[in-house]
């Protein structure tokens, strides 16, 4: 009789947006499903994934925030300005648009 060998346990690797934001179109189709939803807290979510896949420090800078406001700016709970919201996602090429509902 042959001894089984021990099952080993799939090791998994908690989700990451970032490894799957390489390029605009990515980015652009992410957006989509995130507005899609209208979760304020998912979208800063979103701009928060993406500004870490463009690099946080120029992100920062090309939206004319420190670092560390940006990365409260993006915190779930956080309450940004709009007019934020409209730099952070400036900085990283996003333009949001309007579609009939």
Not at 77 to 98: E, H, I, Q
């Amino acid at each position: 009789m042959k001894k089984a060998k021990p099952k080993t346990k799939a090791k998994l690797v908690p989700f990451d947006a970032v490894r799957y934001l390489t390029d605009d179109e990515a980015i652009a189709e992410y957006m989509t499903a995130v507005l899609e939803t209208d979760d304020p807290d998912l979208l800063l979510t979103a701009l928060g994934d993406i500004a870490r896949a463009r690099g946080i420090a120029q992100v920062a800078k090309d939206a004319g925030l420190g670092r560390e406001s940006l990365y409260k700016a993006l915190a779930p709970g956080a309450k940004p300005r709009f007019d934020t919201v409209l730099k952070v996602a400036r900085a990283l090429g996003v333009r949001l648009m309007a579609r009939v509902a």
